[in-house]
């Protein structure tokens, strides 16, 4: 529940507040444009789909067809390939925001958010703004956070620590031994990217990985 104060003003806000500018949040204010239906859009970051283009690294694609994650009532252009890249998405759903003039309010961090029972409104709060609604959408993702496990001897480590989140290329890899914990998409993607600048991974796996799991990573 929120915690608010009295004297605080509240901007009522005629459709749903849609909490997250990402993919989800988009499409739910594009929806619901599309019949009419105005909405606000919250975004803690500076841009939409954030996490594509602040965290992604630079060879991800989508790992599945694109016919089957594309955003409602538009889909992506027909020149496009069947696992469109990073520069692709964000193109793609820049425009898609732009066709459905959804225009969200970024660099808002949302404090807190309560149900007032009485009323039967949402009191939505942020940094710089009050705000109120009958409806709430929280879109903000399931890994807007990075996991980072505790691994002993990484205090002492004199090498490079770096998250998947905060992995770029392997420009600066080059040549070097890369350890990659993880055989998920993530993991096999950067490894993958590390061989192709000239670097030398190491995947570290806690389970057995699929030859066909390795095999579908070089058919995409």
Known sequence: MGSFGRD???????????????PSGIAVAACLKHDGIPSLVLERNDCIA???QHKAYDCVKLHIPKELCELPLLGYPKSYPKYPTKSQFI???????????VKPLFNQTVESAGFELERGVWRVKTQDGCYESRWLVVASGENAEPLV???????VFEGTLVHASEYKNGDEFRGKKVVVIGCGNSGMEISLDLCNHESIPFMVV???VSYYDVISLYCV
């Open 50 to 52: 954030s996490l594509w």
């Open 91 to 101: 193109s793609y759903i820049t425009s898609y925001a732009d066709h459905f003039g």
């Open 206 to 208: 806690r389970n057995s």
């Open 149 to 155: 496990p505790k691994i002993p001897g990484t205090e």
């Open 8 to 22: 605080e003003v509240f901007t009522k806000v005629e459709g749903p507040i849609i909490v997250g500018g990402g």
